[in-house]
């Protein structure tokens, strides 16, 4: 059995936001008793995350490290179409991912105590991302 859906969320700019329960809806609506959720992204800016939702110094701390690995408006990049974020959103996106996937059991992820999955916004201004989860099962 196969179940996809396809959902929307706009981000306030560069940051984590919470994706978690979006993507359990959709699994325990797929009826997979067991199986595998793929949640994938389908842009090039941003990236999807499983870590720590309890604490939010763990995201604020990830994006202090990816300011370090990609720093905005390095003169050495090339591409800056978009402006001094786009090169540095592009490799944050490389290095961080675009999917995730998870296990299911029970018709529920089987995510650990202090996990949660995020989309993470690489861009400085708002932005209308689209998700994608498939539930293979």
Same mark, same amino acid.
């Given at each position: 059995? %196969?179940?996809q859906q396809k959902f929307e969320i706009r981000t306030r700019g560069r940051g984590t936001t919470e994706i978690t329960a979006e993507v359990e809806r959709i699994v325990r609506a797929a009826g997979v008793a067991a199986?595998?959720?793929q949640v994938f992204v389908q842009? %090039? &800016?941003c990236s999807l995350m499983i870590t720590e939702n309890? +604490?939010?110094a763990v995201r604020r701390d990830l994006e202090t490290?990816? !300011?370090r690995w990609a720093p905005d408006a390095d003169p050495a990049y090339h591409h800056d179409t978009e402006g +001094? +974020? +786009?090169m540095a959103a592009h490799a944050r996106s490389i290095l961080a991912g675009t999917s995730v &996937?998870?296990?299911v059991s029970g018709g529920e992820l089987l995510l650990g105590t202090w996990q949660g999955i995020f989309l993470w916004e690489? !861009? %400085?201004g708002a932005q209308l991302r689209s998700v994608v989860v498939t539930v293979l099962g």
């Open positions: 059995m %196969t179940h199986g595998v959720a842009h %090039t &800016s309890a +604490d939010p490290l990816a !300011r +001094d +974020d +786009d &996937s998870l296990p690489h !861009r %400085t």
